[in-house]
């Protein structure tokens, strides 16, 4: 008797509410897919961990930035020693496992993180068998963390040629490169009349050069510093995405130095209005900007991941990297000179995130591609431009030798197995 398997499931995309990168990366991932005409259903790893784990996790994270940024730092260095990352990734799995196995389903099309510690958790359950689907890792930061890279991950899909290398190189794992993940809508002005438009969207002055300050969408970091080094560096007007930082919003407010923005839902024209972009964190906001055509500057940068991203940003040539306050004001003149009207170059990669996926899912189960399609889409089917970032800014060697110290991965880590999966 023939036997007949099943048809996949959607396609399951795990994210984390933990600022705002991993979910910006879903919904975008998601949307692609919808729009390529696959079922996608999306969910949030915090969810599933025990009652009370996920807040809890997300209020010590916020926390750690506002009050003790040294700490997260630590806790990162901590992670990527190779026994920090395998308990990490053994408590990831057995915190979510149970609840994980319920949100995919009995036969996904395919399971995809924007999240670490989900990336970690899905990579055990395809070594263990309990995952019978293609798992994919995004890796949202332009610099690799070890807590990104997953044995058992099928793929990770890296936002530059840098970080693919490092995970083919160090870890021996599959890696592809694909261009931005961001909304079609984060694209460079067309003219100078639309930088116009775009500042009296938002109130700011016409005449003048800004200089957009982004801190996450907590506003953390020390942004109050960053605002008076700008004054005393540039004639530009500081403007501070305050995100949900209500207090930070109204202390810049009450002082004067700087425009205090608040929470923003139109960021594309946001970006379009400013002539540079200070950021601290490097990691949704940089590649927004970039494919706004709009100039970084990587500047009093976050412990822990910020520094990380700062560097590679720096190495791969998208972003000035000033570490003194005397350093700031050259690296402002030369940013002003890089403003892109009408767009940057086309990007060294042109895979989209989502073809490289549905590649990946027919490679091992044809049928499941096919299968795929499920409702039409609600979402409109705007394709991703392929000019989103400078060609030229990418050197030709990738991956400098010494760019990851050979102490922080060894390239023989080891993958975790069956046995080790918990109960």
């Given at each position: 008797m023939e036997i007949v398997s099943p048809a996949p499931g959607p396609i399951v995309v795990l994210s984390a509410s933990i600022g705002a990168g991993h979910d910006g990366a879903a919904a975008e991932i998601t949307r692609r897919l919808r729009t390529s005409g696959c079922a996608v259903r999306r969910a949030d790893y915090l969810d599933l961990l025990p009652a009370g784990w996920g807040r809890a996790l997300k209020q010590t994270y916020a926390r750690q930035l506002a009050y003790a940024p040294a700490s997260w730092g630590w806790l990162l260095d901590s992670a990527a020693r190779p026994r920090g990352t395998r308990s990490a990734a053994w408590f990831?799995?057995?915190a979510a496992q149970r609840r994980l196995l319920d949100v995919t389903g009995?036969?996904?099309?395919?399971?995809?993180?924007?999240?670490?510690?989900?990336?970690?958790?899905?990579g055990r359950l395809r070594l263990a068998g309990h995952l019978n689907a293609p798992a994919f890792a995004v890796l949202t930061d332009p610099a690799v963390h070890p807590?990104?890279?997953?044995?058992?991950i099928d793929l990770h899909l890296a936002p530059n040629h840098e970080a693919a290398e490092v995970v083919r190189t160090l870890y021996g794992l599959a890696a592809a490169t694909h261009t931005p993940i961001v909304e079609p809508a984060f694209r460079p002005a067309r003219d100078n009349d639309e930088v116009a438009t775009a500042r009296r969207r938002h109130g700011l002055p016409l005449d003048a050069a800004l200089a957009l300050v982004v801190a996450g969408s907590w506003g953390v970091g020390d942004v109050d510093a960053t605002v008076r080094d700008l004054e005393a560096a540039t004639e530009a007007i500081p403007v501070v995405v305050c995100g949900r930082n209500t207090r930070l919003r109204d202390r810049l407010a009450a002082g004067g130095r700087a425009i205090a923005l608040g929470w923003i839902d139109d960021m594309p024209s946001l970006l379009r209005a400013a002539d540079v972009v200070v950021h601290n964190a490097g990691g949704l906001s940089s590649l927004e900007a970039l494919a706004s055509g709009i100039p970084l500057i990587s500047y009093r940068c976050l412990p822990g991941h910020g520094v990380a991203n700062a560097a590679a940003l720096e190495r791969l040539g998208l972003s000035a990297w000033p570490r003194r306050p005397e350093e700031l004001a050259p690296a402002l003149a030369g940013a002003s000179r890089a403003r892109s009207i009408d767009g940057p170059a086309s990007s060294a990669c042109t895979t989209d995130v989502a073809e490289l996926i549905r590649r990946q899912i027919a490679g091992m189960n044809p049928v499941a591609v096919t299968a795929l399609t499920g409702p039409a889409t609600t979402e409109p089917a705007t394709a991703m431009p392929a000019t989103t970032v400078p060609a030229t800014t990418v050197p030709a060697t990738t991956v400098p030798a010494t760019t990851v110290p050979a102490t922080t991965v060894p390239a023989t880590a080891e993958p975790a197995s069956a046995a080790g999966m918990p109960a």
């Open positions: 990831a799995t057995w009995p036969n996904p099309a395919a399971v995809i993180s924007t999240y670490p510690l989900a990336s970690q958790a899905l807590l990104c890279v997953a044995p058992g």
